[in-house]
Each structure stands twice: as structure tokens, then as C-alpha cells.
């Protein structure tokens, strides 16, 4: 079985807002490329960092965001960073190395 997180996700706002925000908080869902709003907004919260910070076009995304924010709104996240660790791996190594000296491998068939 498949979880639809972002449903799950919607579901719960939807939830607080009905039983704890009522009309102090707005909820607007959409696809913010092409999403009209009434006004802009006070607080921004994305969730399309994804596992490496650059999923689903993150950056270009919450970057076209910025156009919904009032001057001094705030962005949540306001900024991230990707690190890269280099690893070493006899394993992944001789694979590799295997797959060098294969003759297929040089034809891009593997």
C-alpha cells in the first residue's frame, strides 16, 4: 500500500485549522507556478527539500515563491545547504572496476 503523504499533510493543516486556527490562518493549496492569491503572505512553508535539498526543482521553485511574501515576510525554510562527503567503498570499487574490463560495458550495455 501506498501512503499519500501530501494528503496526509493537507489533511492535518485542514484539521488544526478547523480546530485550532479557525480563521487566524489561511491555507492555500496549488501548484505555486501558476497560483493566484488575494494578498501576500506573512509566513511561507514549503515542504519540497526532499532527501537531498534539491528535489522536485526546489531551489527555482521556492525562488519563483518569493513573489507570494509581504517585504518582511518570512520563508520556512529561509536558506538550506547540501554537503557531500567523499566514501570509500571496496565494494562499489571492485564493481566498477569489474564492469571496466567487461566488453559490454564499453559499448554502454550492461
Known sequence: ???NIRGVVVASLQ???DKEWGT???LIF???RSLDVPEKADILVS???GSFGDNE??????????RFLKPDGISIPSSYTAHLAPL???KLYNEARSKRQCPQWHKGVS
Open 30 to 32: 496549488g501548484d505555486m
Open 1 to 3: 500500500m501506498k501512503l
Open 57 to 66: 526543482l526546489s531551489p527555482e521553485c521556492l525562488d519563483g515563491a518569493m
Open 88 to 90: 570509500s567503498s571496496s
Open 47 to 49: 515542504e519540497l527539500l
Open 15 to 17: 484539521h488544526r485549522q
Open 24 to 26: 487566524k490562518v489561511d
